[in-house]
């Protein structure tokens, strides 16, 4: 009994946390109307994962309250990669990037072995995500308008998402994806905080 509510505590909270996740980045982004230390093949990246991920859980259909949030994730992020595209004044390629998505998430499905060589790729594109904003940042050395808050955010949702894979499914992919993507948005989350506290030292001596 016990272990059935601490799941669905696990679960609550983290459909809580992902209906916001995003959105200290998007409100920042408006607020300074610069993509500063923003990477958009980071966000680009981290859309195609979440697209196979979660199309992957359907395909299977897993519980859906282990996947619930990243519909919402997506929704978001769509809105980041909107915002980005239009401070860097190329919100035309939208339409690219759109039929593009969605081409390729009706080609996921068309046969099995395609979502599943799809979802043994989900961890590698989805770390490749985070290691490019890392790479953003060490280039700039300069955290920008990079929201401390949605990878302090996103690293609790993986972190508790290994929790409740663990005792539903024990599908290992996951299990994998979810432990890796904890590890990097951690670093990711680390990597901010350094470069901002830096920042406002720097501020601090002029």
Known sequence: MQSDTLLHVANFSTLFVCMVLKFPQIFVLMRAKSTTGVSLNSLLLELTGFIVFVTYQMYYDYPPPTYLEYPILIAQDVILLLLILHYNGSLRQSLIYTLVFVGGWRLLTVDKWIIDLAMS??????????????????????AGQVSALSWALATYTCAVRIYTTTVTTGDMQVLVRFIAMTLLNLWVLLTVLYYQRNSSRTKKDE
């Open 121 to 142: 790729l989900c961890t590698f594109i989805s770390a490749a995500s985070k290691l490019t904003q890392l790479q953003c940042l060490w280039r700039s050395k300069d």
